[in-house]
């Protein structure tokens, strides 16, 4: 196939523009060349909020928009006169408001989220521009990606205290739970939508079970080689001054996705992957918090 992926120099485009280069796609990226490019890939230069000329008349058989995060991002591209026969857009499940029942369905009413704020916002502002614009799109809603390429600091943080053989401060009872979805899951979901074409056309996507986030430390800890010691941490502290997930529990209803793939990597797995990837490229989760100043200097003398 003829593939066009937005971003495709981090994390999940990254991912997703190599598999489909394995697959023996003919892949094309759309990005702004300030990042080294993956191999096998054919670059178009531009910002996708104004591309100008660079695309008009271009006919792809799939667009895998996975960088949009405004309806600025989808109306740029789409004013830009290329075409298409399949578009997927990886949008989120911040565009579910908090209160509603759980687990989340994709029937259930979207709106503001107060926990994710203006990102599930313009989220659902961009799927709202698509669907006015792309009918037959599909829209995809994941819970945390996690897997090789990851650039935010969220398991590197348990695999680097795990290697400082430090404490692990866990919100509370470390009983909060999050739900995943491998990046190599989301390829080969997208894979299926390629060549199935379901009829449904939103899928929220993840894992069917969830994990507590002290399984989940936990996990993250054993594979990097240590029996993690864990600090319950008071409600009263901010949670996202000393852990790298929200204090916001959710879980998505993901068997419409499970119909067409019932299988995902198992967490562990996955992990693991991700670990052994970490400790060869360190450099590449960029986005760093200062979990452990923070703890040392509020937590750890207390």
Known sequence: MKILVTGGTTFVSKYTAEHFVRRGDELFVLNRGSREQVSGVRLIKA?????????????????????????EHIRGLLDADVTFDDYIFISSSAVYPETDPQPFSEEMPCGRNAIWGAYGENKLEAEKVLRERAENAYILRPPYFYGIYENLYREAFPFDCAAKDRPFFLPGDGSMK??????????????????????NRVFNVGNRETVT?????????????????????????????????????????????????????????????????????PESVYYRKPYMEYI???LRRK
């Open 213 to 281: 986030v002290k399984e989940w430390a936990e996990l993250c800890c054993r594979i990097a080689g240590k029996t993690p010691r864990f600090v319950s941490v008071d409600k009263s502290v901010p949670q996202r001054d000393y852990f790298c997930f929200h204090d916001y529990e959710y879980e998505l209803d993901v068997s419409k996705q499970s119909a067409l793939m019932p299988d995902t990597v198992p967490l562990e797995k996955g992990l693991r992957e991700e670990y052994l990837w970490y400790r060869e490229h």
């Open 178 to 199: 999050l739900q995943f979805f491998n990046v190599s899951d989301l390829c080969r979901f997208m894979e299926i939508l390629l060549t199935e074409h379901p009829e």
């Open 296 to 298: 040392d200097t509020n």
């Open 47 to 71: 910002d996708r909020t104004q591309p100008g000329d660079i695309l008009r008349g271009a006919h792809f058989d799939a667009v895998l928009d996975i960088t949009a995060y405004t309806a």
